[in-house]
C-alpha cells in the first residue's frame, strides 16, 4: 500500500507545481493588455512566481549565464512610440517585491520574434524603463518581463503608447502641426528661431 500513497502524494506535488506557474509563462500565452495609453496596472498587480524560462532566445540584455523565469503581455499599437517600466521592490512606492528587473520588447510572433528594445536592471535599482519605436498601428507587440540571477516576485508594469511629437521650431512659418490637445514634453527650447519679430516688439530675443 505504500507504493500507490507515495505516488499519489508525487501526483499532487507535481500538480500543485504545475497549478503554481503563472498563466501568462509562455509567449503564446501572454497577458493581452487592452489599454496602453498612459496605463499602470497598479503595485503588485502581476508576479512572476513560480514563472520558467521560455523556449525563444534569451534578449541581447539579460544575462545570458543565469535563468531567465519570464512572463508576458502583448498589445496591439495604437501609435508610434512607447515607453514601458517594470517597477519591483522599492524603498518608496515600491511596485512588488521583484528585484533586479529586465525586460524586452518584440514585434513579431511567438514563432518569429524580432526584437526591439532591452533594458536590465545591473545597478539594483529594482526598476527599468524603456523607450520603443517606430511601431506600426495595429500591429501585435510582446512585452518579455524577467529578472536577473533568476529572480521571481511582484511587481508594476507600466505602458504608454503614444504618438511622438516632431521636433518644434523656432518659427511661425515652420511650426509643428499638432493632430490633437494630447499633452506633451519639449525637452529643450535654445534661442528665438531665424526670424525675431514674429511677436511684434517685444524684445523676444533678450
Not at 100 to 118: F, K, M, T, V, W
Not at 144 to 160: H, I, M, P
Amino acid at each position: 500500500m505504500r507504493l500507490p500513497y507515495t505516488l499519489s502524494i508525487l501526483a499532487l506535488l507535481l500538480s500543485t507545481l504545475a497549478m503554481a506557474q503563472p498563466a501568462n509563462d509562455e509567449c503564446i500565452n501572454a497577458t493581452p493588455l487592452n489599454n496602453v495609453s498612459n496605463w499602470c496596472s497598479g503595485a503588485g498587480a502581476f508576479n512572476s512566481t513560480g514563472a520558467t524560462e521560455s523556449a525563444q532566445e534569451s534578449p541581447t540584455c539579460f544575462p545570458n549565464t543565469q535563468a531567465n523565469n519570464d512572463v508576458w503581455f502583448s498589445f496591439q499599437a495604437i501609435a508610434t512610440d512607447i515607453n514601458i517600466s517594470v517597477v519591483g521592490n522599492l524603498t518608496v512606492n515600491a511596485g512588488g517585491t521583484l528585484n533586479l528587473p529586465q525586460l524586452a520588447l518584440y514585434r513579431g510572433d511567438c514563432n518569429n520574434l524580432d526584437e526591439i528594445e532591452c533594458t536590465s536592471d545591473a545597478f539594483n535599482n529594482n526598476a527599468v524603463q524603456t523607450f520603443g519605436g517606430p511601431l506600426i498601428v495595429g500591429n501585435t507587440y510582446y512585452i518579455r518581463v524577467s529578472a536577473r540571477v533568476g529572480g521571481t516576485g511582484t511587481f508594476e508594469l507600466c505602458v504608454n503608447n503614444f504618438n511622438q511629437v516632431p521636433e518644434p521650431s523656432g518659427d511661425c512659418m515652420t511650426g509643428v502641426i499638432l493632430c490633437d490637445k494630447s499633452p506633451f514634453t519639449v525637452d529643450f527650447i535654445n534661442g528665438v528661431g531665424n526670424v525675431s519679430g514674429e511677436i511684434g516688439n517685444t524684445g523676444c530675443s533678450a
